[in-house]
C-alpha cells in the first residue's frame, strides 16, 4: 500500500496524470473520441464512460478550486499598497502682462501650498 499512497492511487481507477491528460483530451473531443485517442497513442484501453467519469471529476475539482480562489479573494484585505498618499493643494492662476513693445500675453503661475 505505500506505494499506491506514493502514487495517490487510493480510490482511484486512473493515475493523476492519466486524469491529466484524459482531463484535456475530454474538454477537447468527445468522451469516445478521447477514449479510442489513448487507445491510439498510448494503448491505453478505457470506455467512454471512464473517460466521462474521470472527465467530470476532474471539473468538479477544478470548479472546487476556482469557487475557494474565489472565496479568498473576496476575504482578503485591501491595504494601500505603500505609504499613506500625501495630499497636495495647487494653485494656479493667469495674469496679461504688458511688454515694452505694445504686446499683452497671458503668463501663468501656480505654487504648492
Known amino acids: 500500500m505505500p506505494l499506491d499512497e506514493q502514487l ?5 481507477a ?5 486524469q491529466r491528460v484524459i482531463g ?11 477514449a479510442q485517442t489513448l487507445a ?9 464512460e471512464v473517460v466521462r467519469q474521470v472527465a467530470e471529476a476532474s ?7 476556482e469557487r475557494a480562489e474565489e472565496t479568498r479573494y473576496r476575504q482578503r484585505e485591501l491595504r494601500p499598497a505603500g505609504p499613506t498618499p500625501k495630499t497636495w493643494i495647487i494653485e ?3 495674469k496679461h ?3 515694452q513693445d505694445g504686446r499683452w500675453q497671458e503668463v501663468e503661475s ?4
Open 92 to 94: 494656479c492662476d493667469g
Open 24 to 34: 484535456h483530451l475530454a474538454g477537447h473531443l468527445s468522451f469516445g473520441v478521447a
Open 110 to 113: 501656480g505654487s504648492d501650498l
Open 97 to 99: 502682462v504688458g511688454f
Open 8 to 12: 495517490e492511487l487510493i480510490g482511484r
Open 14 to 18: 486512473v493515475t493523476p496524470r492519466l
Open 40 to 48: 491510439e497513442l498510448q494503448q491505453i484501453e478505457l470506455n467512454r
Open 59 to 65: 471539473g468538479a475539482q477544478a470548479l472546487a478550486w
